[in-house]
């Protein structure tokens, strides 16, 4: 089975650091390139940046860009999202997922992961 | 990039048909055929319905139908049933992005 399986919710104050994984199963993990995608409370869903498993090369949301930085490892399979200082504004769902084609749709989401940021 | 533009909401009666649209420019839905639509029920991680402006996965019901005229794409349900019940977001890449979601539709079966 063709699956994305992502790390558990997490729970942090503003400043502090977070990593998140998403680890890919069930399919060649450098044939596809990932993606992160936020969702705030009760909001729509946004696109954070993206990922080519096989080599790293990494393409960023200008809304996102310099705050969060996306990076994969080939032997484990899993791709990460990560932030160095977290602000409250952070606290959402996030979401990876796998694209059907370099600029195609993503077919293959994993569950999300919760973060949560207050003082 | 600003978010594609789609209706806060659209409504329907079981068995009717639903057209949703997605609004964008020539840099992104005109400019391309990578248009996408995503079903999510509360709760869940989204689901793909529709890539390639009109491919449907095999897994998706034919009830489901995409096309695109222009700068807009358009998702249609036909047969309305209580299960589609769902917000619905499209997405395209785009020029500059280099991928955009539209601002979500809620669906709201009568």
């Known amino acids: 089975e063709v699956q994305l399986v992502q790390s558990g919710a997490e729970v942090k104050k503003p400043g502090e650091s977070l990593r998140i994984s998403c680890k890919g199963s069930?399919?060649?993990?450098?044939?596809?390139?990932i993606s992160w995608v936020r969702q705030m409370p009760g909001k729509g869903l946004e696109w954070m940046g993206t990922?080519?498993?096989?080599?790293?090369?990494?393409n960023y949301s200008p809304s996102f860009q310099g705050h969060v930085t996306i990076s994969a490892d080939k032997s484990t399979r899993t791709a990460y999202l990560q932030w160095s200082s977290l602000k409250a504004s952070d606290t959402a769902m996030y979401y990876c997922?796998?694209?059907?084609?370099?600029?195609?749709?993503?077919?293959?989401w994993g569950q999300g992961t919760t973060a949560t940021v207050s003082s | 990039q600003s978010a594609l533009t789609q209706p806060a909401s659209v409504s329907g009666s079981p068995g009717q048909s639903i057209t949703i649209s997605c609004t964008g420019t020539?840099?992104?839905?005109?400019?391309?055929?990578?248009v996408s639509w995503y079903q999510q029920h509360p709760g869940k991680a989204p689901k793909l319905m529709i890539y390639?402006?009109?491919n449907r996965p095999s897994r998706v019901s034919n009830r489901f139908s995409g096309s695109k005229s222009g700068n807009t794409a358009s998702l249609t349900i036909s047969g309305l049933q209580a299960e589609d019940e769902a917000d619905y977001y499209c997405?395209?890449?785009?020029?500059?992005?280099?991928?955009?979601f539209g601002t979500g539709t809620k669906v709201t079966v009568l």
């Open positions: 020539s840099s992104d839905v005109g400019g391309y055929n990578y």
């Open positions: 390639e402006v009109s």
């Open positions: 997405s395209s890449y785009t020029s500059t992005s280099p991928y955009v």
């Open positions: 990922i080519d498993p096989s080599d790293s090369y990494t």
């Open positions: 997922a796998r694209h059907l084609g370099q600029k195609d749709g993503m077919d293959v």
């Open positions: 069930g399919y060649s993990f450098t044939s596809y390139w």
